[in-house]
């Protein structure tokens, strides 16, 4: 599916929203996932890599400040065709790669050249929880290689003088229930590796979705003082670029129906 996705980050979206186009399934098999219709059920249809291309140059012409490119990896050498073709054709607005962060250091370098923002969601600090809630035993550890690799290769952010993003790496990490302490862990590990050369983003619309209610305690909701604490700890540590969500982003309304 693609659409004007007006939801994600403000310097993705400009004044029209993003141009997202959402890939059916997924590398990780996260039980509380929003959008399991497409990343487990596997809704969708296929399309050519010529398709594929023309859908990239059609955001574009509807205003789009970026191509959001969700759930893209299991797909990266057909993406990268399409591309190059799109921009063989005008295609000319920077390129996001929304990944749930278990890449491998390898698939970034294929990227280099092709991707001008990486937006990984950064979901766990341990091994434990990668295992136990995303069927990823080694995603901590694989993550924060693959975010070392997109740092290196990205360099520095790079902003517009109406605040859009240009280039530069954008983590996401979603705050869950029962889970404050490994976030806090996490975005301490952030400031400690990188710095304030990335921008993270924290979520507080974790809403219990899909298979949530069989893995307490991610059956609840988020409590405010939960997040809060995680803000924080991010503020406590010096942390500049930073994105917080009030409240009202908790819910389905802002989730896309894939049916």
């Not at 929304?98 to 390898?106: L, S």
Request: with cysteine; net charge negative.
């Amino acid at each position: 599916r693609t659409m004007l996705h007006t939801w994600e980050e403000p310097c993705l979206v400009g004044a029209h929203g993003a141009g997202a186009v959402f890939f059916s399934h997924c590398t990780l098999r996260c039980v509380y996932c929003q959008n399991h219709e497409i990343s487990h059920e596997g809704h969708g249809r296929e399309v050519t890599e010529e398709e594929l291309a023309a859908a990239f140059l059609a955001l574009q012409a509807q205003g789009a400040a970026t191509l959001d490119l969700v759930t893209p990896t299991h797909y990266t050498p057909q993406i990268l065709a399409a591309l190059a073709r799109a921009r063989s054709n005008g295609l000319a607005i920077p390129v996001v790669w929304n990944t749930g962060g278990y890449e491998t250091e390898e698939n970034i370098a294929r990227l280099a050249g092709a991707v001008d923002i990486y937006l990984p969601d950064l979901k766990y600090n341990t091994e434990e929880s990668g295992r136990l809630y995303s069927a990823a035993p080694d995603y901590a550890a694989a993550a924060f290689a693959a975010l070392r690799a997109m740092a290196a290769q990205i360099g520095a952010l790079q902003f517009a003088e109406d605040g859009r993003l240009l280039r530069g790496v954008l983590v996401r990490h979603l705050v869950l229930p029962g889970h404050r302490r490994e976030s806090i862990a996490l975005v301490q590990r952030l400031w400690e590796e990188f710095g304030d050369r990335i921008q993270l983003s924290l979520m507080r619309q974790y809403t219990p979705l899909y298979r949530a209610a069989e893995f307490p305690p991610l059956h609840r909701r988020l409590t405010t003082f939960e997040y809060e604490s995680v803000v924080d700890a991010a503020r406590d540590l010096g942390m500049t670029q930073v994105y917080v969500q009030g409240a009202e982003a908790v819910g389905t309304e802002y989730v896309p129906d894939f049916r």
